[in-house]
């Protein structure tokens, strides 16, 4: 149980685009879900934390009109990287909770890469 | 003070040894934790849960928490090349607005 499906698994695009990735929980109703940036050889980096219904809220430094957040059900959360730039490429994780107590179950991650 | 804090290592066992994975964290109301294995390259992946004191055994894998003490430790029994990986401790508490908070990881190399 507790599955978490994200896509695309990679992706590789102009400057200037756009790009949305999707994340999803197939076997249960998440309340809350997180996205989370990587860069190599360092720790996770929460972006924003996502509640069903409500607006995302954006840790500090993350620009919230750069990384659209929507969260419009309780199994689909989406991140729209807004006119990319080859300085957002990175390794965009999800994940997803059922209830606050509860461990995050992760996707298995975006590769982005803007040229 | 981090709020999670993890021996950045590496550390390093080898193949058939213990491996002992330590974890401090610093908010006092914490009430759920977590351990993660993160393959280079690849998104974290749930070993552990563990929500009151002592300890708690999943096939090779054991959880051992110390609410007092504010540590949560990982023991990997029998350890193989394949848990080669970096662990990751997550602590959540009523305090902090829903999130988890992380350690920075601790990297394992099991040698053969």
């Known amino acids: 149980g507790a599955v978490v499906s994200q896509h695309p698994s990679w992706v590789i695009c102009k400057s200037g685009t756009s790009v949305k990735i999707e994340c999803r929980s197939l076997?249960?109703?998440?309340?809350?879900m997180f996205w989370y940036r990587q860069f190599p050889k360092q720790s996770l980096m929460l972006m924003a934390t996502?509640?069903?219904?409500?607006?995302?809220?954006?840790e500090q430094g993350v620009e919230k009109d750069k990384f659209l957040i929507n969260h419009a059900s309780l199994t689909l959360s989406t991140l729209t990287v807004t006119s990319a730039h080859p300085e957002d490429s990175s390794f965009y994780i999800c994940?997803?909770?059922?209830?606050?107590?509860?461990?995050?179950?992760f996707g298995d991650g975006t590769r982005l890469s803007i040229l | 003070q981090k709020e999670v804090e993890q021996n950045s290592g590496p550390l390093s066992v080898p193949e058939g040894a213990i491996a002992s994975l330590n974890c401090t964290y610093s908010?006092?109301?914490?009430?759920?934790f977590f351990w993660y294995r993160q393959y280079s390259g690849k998104s974290p992946e749930l070993i552990m849960s563990?929500?009151?004191?002592g300890d708690k055994e999943d096939g090779r894998f054991t959880a051992q928490l110390n609410k007092a003490s504010q540590y949560v430790s990982l023991l990997i029994r029998d350890s193989q090349p394949s848990d080669s990986a970096t662990y990751l401790c997550?602590?959540?508490?009523?305090?902090?607005?829903?999130?988890?908070?992380f350690g920075d990881g601790t990297t394992l190399t099991v040698k053969p």
């Open positions: 994940s997803a909770r059922e209830h606050s107590n509860q461990p995050q179950h």
């Open positions: 076997d249960f109703q998440a309340t809350t």
């Open positions: 996502s509640n069903e219904g409500s607006k995302a809220t954006y």
């Open positions: 908010d006092r109301v914490s009430q759920s």
């Open positions: 563990i929500y009151s004191n």
């Open positions: 997550a602590v959540n508490a009523p305090t902090n607005a829903g999130k988890s908070t």
